[in-house]
């Protein structure tokens, strides 16, 4: 049985809003348990929620970046339901009316370009936090302690069509969503602190049939590892199930990283039913048109529309232009460079960003923005490539130095130091050739009876001879040329 | 329209309250005499008449407020405490519970 | 005969204390001990006399400054549906009991910066829920003019104490007629004033589109500064209105309202009311209308017409409906905000229990009271999935429908609608407790004025029942922001007749 995986996401991202979402307390992350809790957050009897215009901003933000339509009119509904973390019992969230309708969002997956619908994305309240350690309760019983400080911090709740069909895909959705959200401003991307957390539905049904598959939901995956092993371990089970005679149940399940494999949560039964309905305490929430163009002129340079600035007038591919603008920080910085270099020769920035660089900084563990060598660095490096310094091979071993802080980062310095001026003086690679070959006859012999592979190896014994500073491009013209004549 | 003992099991379920085997006899009775009550809703013809949430959007247009995104300073402990006071079971700043295992 | 029962209004009383006839502090040490010693110990749930005299000396310190404001040192009292800081809330359920508030409401600031004196929390039905202040888990209510019968509710507490003399004004709520119908049942007059007009912050929730703070007091014009001190645009209510018809939602905007009116009554001379079209909807004089309340509604509108108004006969044709339409809607936002209160945070938590969902249940259960449990299972039924739209959308649409009826009436056809409050005089207490909906029936006249978020006042005018000392109310319902108008059309009548001076011997 061939198996079609169908994978829809559904995103929690904080907003970067300094207060919460319908109370004024802070939202700064790590303070004294339920100090950033005030009678609204803790739900006392007679507190009432008002809304903070900063989340609506960003989610206006949101729905401009990916194309969507923001609503002029959205309507705030209470998700009716019992648990400790939530105060009032009811989360404040959007449900028949949300602000932000449709949109796309394009990404890589390996060289394949995917675009993937959005159904909406709405605004909603997060509940706080319990502590599960050991704590007793009044009758000696286990406990679990509630904070409330996370109480009402604004998220955006992002939602996907199901049209993804495999984890790879999803992973590259939401880090290309991650990107977004952090490029933007609106939300700070701290997966571990809790900032972007993604549920993801999987479903399995017989590729080519029409009707979806049962599905389950796997919350809370806060990192795109466990993304991925979740849903490939999800898939696996579903199919294994089914083929086993067995069927999908629908339900809620949750990851576990240490065992690699997705559980049920405990089910309570009609919990489904959220009695959602208009919050009587919060009128319609209106967004003019006005508004929104006030937005989108105060907005960044968005990723799609420099991805294209990148194609079109910088000439890179859309992948090496898609995997530029995946973050801010690497665009500015491909930017700084390409301008520092002669014109057209924008591509060197970019395959120099996306091989060494990120190598580097992979290799350390650093942001771009930590990088030891700056933009204005990498262009002068490359322009000493371009203008035949030093060869391509030469310039990997002064870009580690730079790396490293030699010779204060100074490419020329570098350079000079460690003496890796190509040779390039005619003269020289001339005299060095004719050594060459008057000491290997049987090889120049090899090449004039056709073995391609004689020149290779000739041109390796000059560049041998030269200690690897011989400008290959010269030393090849001059070696065909002597040879055929 | 008259409810049964599941109807009831569940209406208490999703409102978080306890109802013993005479608590839902009882409960099923005055239910079912208040659903006659606001049966009496079905028979209106509503074609075409929007709901009304807030009383006061037939007369003028009622948007929500926005309130700037300024924080308030932290609580100190002391006002934090003060919030908990009322709490049943307060310990080291939290609110204690019954673990739940999921 | 306490310091307080010798000023019959607040203006009477104010004018004493600013001429340093009477000091606050006196006359507050002095209504502390009548409502310690009062007949029915159920009127009061929290007293604090330290709490009360501090704020006597202060209205005292703003007199001697010359600082002092219409209320200054004037005897009131909230209902306990009001947080405060200092006194409990227990919205008169075991659900709160000594809950103590970290903050005040709103309106109990407002009263407390304009300088009235509180003599503590009054009682109320639980969580606002009844009309006869016998669903108190702390004890029923008596109404002051027959012991044996109920005040009305849910603010039969407010209604009682001012009937009684203990306080010159108190705060009630009414969401469905609870100010408007323990004030006609006990003699008194009281107002609730368009929705939005006063802040709802600090109210403990019950129905968040239909709840409205609103003040009883011996008279309309004592209500005037009662409730212009407590409205006001409060940006921490998001239903709080800005303006009302253009004009800034401020104390003052109901003063100012009041005298234009009395200015335009004036200029009317012997016919004040002179073009003043009265409609009496032909609705509310059905067969359940009492005889003897039909009677004394019908002689107030007679004196209306001596003064020159004329009456118009309207319909309001969903009158009936009402009823259901308020008992889907306030039951379905009471169970959503009644939702808090798990015994988490504060509140009672049951003693004894097992896991979260038992404790949760339990404490809930314990903690509530029959008439709370039944409109929160109303509430998630008509919520609940496959119901919401034939019972919540239906009824929301219904009370579109509704509200349209009043505006059609009271811009085509009238000025002002009065009618009767309540269907009859008060009851016995502990009757109708078989019926679950038999008082609901009874919120007839009253019901549809919330819906619609209409002002609506209701003053005495005339008395009824076996002994003839049972209060028979007036209901006075106006346009949207007319309350200012209402009150000196109120004052009008009270001027031409005393029903709303006569005091029940039992204070």
Not at chain 3, 367 to 375: C, I, L, N, T
């Amino acid at each position: 049985m061939d198996w079609e995986i169908v994978i829809g996401l559904e995103t929690h991202a904080q907003l970067s809003t300094r207060s919460k979402i319908f109370s004024r307390s802070s939202t700064r992350f790590g303070a004294e348990p339920n100090t950033q809790a005030n009678a609204v957050d803790m739900a006392l009897p007679g507190s009432l929620p008002a809304m903070n215009r900063g989340a609506v901003e960003r989610a206006i933000q949101f729905g401009l970046a990916i194309g969507a339509r923001v609503a002029e009119r959205s309507v705030f509904a209470r998700k009716n339901y019992f648990y400790p973390d939530l105060p009032k019992n009811y989360q404040i969230s959007q449900f028949e009316l949300p602000i932000v309708v449709g949109g796309k969002l394009s990404f890589f997956v390996g060289e394949q370009e995917h675009t993937v619908n959005l159904t909406r994305a709405h605004l909603e309240e997060d509940a706080g936090k319990s502590l599960h350690e050991h704590f007793t309760g009044p009758h000696g019983e286990s406990s679990s302690g509630i904070d409330l400080n996370r109480a009402g911090t604004p998220l955006l709740e992002i939602v996907t069509e199901p049209e993804m069909r495999s984890a790879a895909e999803a992973v590259a959705y939401a880090r290309t969503l991650h990107g977004l959200v952090v490029w933007l401003g609106i939300c700070d991307g701290n997966m571990q602190e809790g900032s972007f957390r993604c549920d993801a539905n999987v479903s399995v049904r017989p590729r080519g049939q029409a009707e979806f598959g049962t599905r389950c939901e796997i919350k809370n995956l806060n990192s795109f590892r466990f993304l991925e092993r979740a849903i490939q371990y999800e898939a696996r089970r579903q199919i294994e199930l089914i083929e086993d005679g067995g069927k999908v149940v629908q339900e809620t399940r949750l990851y576990d990283a240490d065992r690699d494999e997705t559980r049920s949560m405990r089910t309570k039964e009609d919990s489904d039913d959220y009695r959602y309905f208009p919050d009587p305490d919060l009128p319609p929430l209106v967004v003019s048109p006005e508004w929104v163009e006030q937005v989108r002129a105060a907005m960044p340079e968005l990723p799609a529309a420099k991805r294209a600035r990148f194609e079109a007038d910088l000439g890179l591919s859309a992948y090496d232009a898609a995997q530029l603008t995946l973050h801010r920080a690497t665009a500015d910085y491909f930017e700084a460079a390409a301008a520092a270099l002669p014109a057209g020769q924008a591509k060197q920035a970019a395959n120099w960003i996306l091989g060494e660089l990120s190598a580097a900084l992979n290799r350390d563990d650093l942001d771009i923005g930590a990088s030891p060598v700056s933009p204005q660095g990498l262009a002068a490096l490359i322009a000493r490539v371009l203008d035949g310094t030093i060869s391509t091979k030469i310039a990997r071993d002064v870009f580690a130095a730079m790396w490293t802080g030699e010779s204060g980062g100074d490419p020329d310095a570098i350079i000079e130091s460690r003496g890796l001026r190509q040779i390039s003086d005619t003269g020289a690679i001339e005299a060095m050739i004719d050594e060459v070959l008057a000491a290997n006859p049987a090889i120049v012999e090899e090449y004039r009876a056709g073995k391609q592979k004689a020149f290779n190896s000739l041109v390796g014994q000059v560049m041998k001879a030269a200690k690897g500073k011989a400008n290959p491009q010269q030393v090849n013209e001059v070696l065909k040329r002597k040879l055929d004549s | 329209m008259a409810l049964t003992e599941q109807d009831i099991a569940r209406l208490a379920r999703l409102s978080g309250l306890r109802l013993d085997s005479n608590d839902q006899i009882r409960a099923r009775q005055e239910l079912d005499r208040i659903l006659g009550l606001i049966e009496e809703l079905q028979a209106v013809d509503t074609a075409g008449v929007e709901p009304m949430a807030h009383p006061l959007a037939a007369h003028q247009d009622i948007a929500l407020r926005l309130c700037d995104d300024v924080p308030d300073p932290a609580q100190t402990p002391e006002q934090r405490d003060a919030c908990l006071a009322n709490a049943p079971a307060p310990h080291q700043g939290l609110f204690l519970v019954p673990t739940v295992i999921e | 005969m306490t310091q307080l029962s010798e000023f019959r209004s607040i203006h009477a009383l104010g004018e004493a204390l600013r001429a340093r006839r009477v000091s606050a502090f006196e006359l507050a040490a002095d209504a502390l001990r009548a409502a310690r010693a009062y007949a029915d110990p159920n009127v009061f749930l929290h007293i604090d006399d330290e709490l009360t005299l501090a704020q006597a000396r202060a209205a005292d310190q703003a007199l001697a400054d010359g600082a002092a404001g219409p209320l200054t040192g004037i005897p009131v009292a909230h209902k306990d549906l009001f947080v405060t800081r200092g006194w409990p809330t227990t919205a008169a359920s075991k659900m709160l009991a000594g809950y103590v508030s970290p903050f005040d409401a709103a309106v109990v600031d407002r009263w407390r910066e304009a300088g009235a004196v509180s003599l503590g929390k009054l009682s109320c039905d639980e969580f606002a829920m009844g009309s006869g202040n016998e669903n108190s888990a702390y004890g029923p209510v008596r109404n002051p003019w027959d012991p044996e019968r109920i005040p009305g509710g849910s603010s039969g507490g407010s209604a009682a104490a001012v009937a009684a003399g203990l306080v010159l004004g108190a705060t009630g709520t009414d969401t469905g007629g609870s100010v408007r119908q323990p004030a006609a049942l006990c003699g008194v007059s009281g107002i609730k004033p368009t929705y939005g007009t006063v802040s709802r912050y600090g109210i403990i929730a019950y129905a968040s589109s239909l709840d409205q703070a609103g003040p009883l007091a011996r008279s309309a014009r004592d209500l005037v500064p009662l409730l212009d001190s407590m409205s006001g645009f409060d940006p921490r209510d998001s239903t709080s209105l800005e303006t009302c018809d253009g004009v800034p939602n401020a104390p003052g905007r109901v003063q100012a309202a009041f005298d234009a009116a009395q200015a335009d009554f004036q200029a009317g001379g012997e016919r004040p009311l002179a073009g003043l079209r009265i409609g009496v909807p032909r609705e509310f004089f059905n067969e359940g209308l009492s005889a003897e309340v039909g009677a004394a509604v019908e002689s107030a509108l007679q004196v209306f017409e001596s003064l020159g108004a004329v009456r118009v006969d309207v319909s309001l044709p969903r009158t009936r409906l009402s009823i259901p339409a308020y008992y889907v809607i306030a039951p379905a936002e009471a169970s959503s905000n009644l939702s808090r209160y798990d015994g988490v945070r504060y509140g009672h938590r049951a003693a004894e229990y097992g896991d979260l969902a038992d404790m949760t249940s339990r404490s809930r259960s314990e903690g509530f009271g029959d008439e709370v449990r039944r409109r929160i299972l109303v509430g998630a039924y008509v919520l609940s999935h496959g119901y919401y739209d034939a019972y919540y959308l239906q009824a929301q649409r219904v009370r579109r429908m509704i509200a349209d009826d009043f505006r059609r009436a009271l811009t085509e056809d009238c000025d002002v609608i009065m009618g009767p409050v309540t269907p009859a005089v008060a009851r016995r207490i502990g009757d109708n407790r078989q019926d679950p909906i038999a008082d609901w029936l009874g919120d007839i006249y009253t019901l549809g004025v919330s819906l619609a978020g209409l002002p609506g006042m209701s003053i005495p005018c005339g008395f009824g029942g076996e002994s003839g000392r049972l209060p028979i109310g007036l209901q006075l319902i106006g346009r949207y922001f007319d309350e200012g108008r209402l009150l000196a059309l109120a004052d009008r009548y009270q001027q031409a007749t005393d029903w709303h001076q006569r005091i029940p011997e039992h204070a």
